[in-house]
């Protein structure tokens, strides 16, 4: 890339980031995209401006973008401590929308559900409130699949038996139902610790 540009595109860089700091984040966002689109032109790539991107995206709640942009930017530097610390905080409001969602609601829970699977960032909580949400849309075949996955790979957790008994029902499985029932109500009750120890570990 020629010198000169290389400056022009720097100094757009740093027009971005003073629009972030006067917390005018569309004019940020979109002085951003036309420097990718710039870069682009040219074949060069950076996972700064792949993050400031995520960041930008992040700010105006834009999380499937956010989530795009900062994937680009592990990509080309995984061990990158802003890049990974901005993928868990973009993770983290993933999550956190499925969670709070209404089942059978929000279009989006499929959407960013299978960009946390894909990362490999699908919990327990995520899974269950995917089968929520499925079950509620009337797709009471793929709820159950999943809720039985998921009881096969985390037995203890009380939630995904619950889920699972409630997706029984509505399939008019009732037999099944109080039989994921009992497996949660076994899990009421935490295990009990015999020889408790007050403190923590120190060396």
């Known amino acids: 890339m020629e010198k000169q540009k290389l400056e022009a595109i720097i100094e757009q860089i740093d027009r971005a980031e003073a629009l ?33 991107l995520c960041v930008a995206f992040d700010t105006l709640e834009e999380h499937e973008l956010a989530f795009k942009y900062v994937q680009q ?16 905080v973009v993770v983290k409001r993933i999550q956190k929308a499925i969670l709070e969602a209404e089942p059978g609601e929000e ?7 299978e960009l946390l699977v894909n990362a490999g960032e699908g ?12 079950n509620a849309r009337g797709e009471h075949e793929r709820a159950l699949g999943l809720m039985n996955a998921l009881t096969v ?21 009732h037999e099944a139902a109080r039989e ?13 610790v015999p020889f408790a120890v007050s403190g923590s570990a120190e060396a």
């Open 123 to 134: 919990n327990d909580a995520v899974h269950i409130a995917m089968a929520r949400d499925l």
């Open 107 to 113: 279009d989006f829970v499929s959407r960013y559900y």
């Open 73 to 88: 930017a592990l990509r080309m530097d995984p061990l990158a401590p802003p890049f990974r610390n901005s993928f868990g």
């Open 180 to 192: 994921a029932d009992v497996e949660a109500a076994a899990l009421t009750e935490g295990p009990k």
């Open 153 to 173: 790979l985390s037995p203890g957790c009380r939630d995904a038996w619950l889920a699972r008994a409630a997706i029984c029902r509505s399939l008019g499985d």
């Open 20 to 52: 972030s700091e006067e917390n005018d984040f569309p004019e940020a966002r979109a002085a951003l995209l036309a420097v990718h689109a710039e870069c682009a032109r040219h074949g060069w790539e950076s996972g700064f401006l792949n993050w400031r």
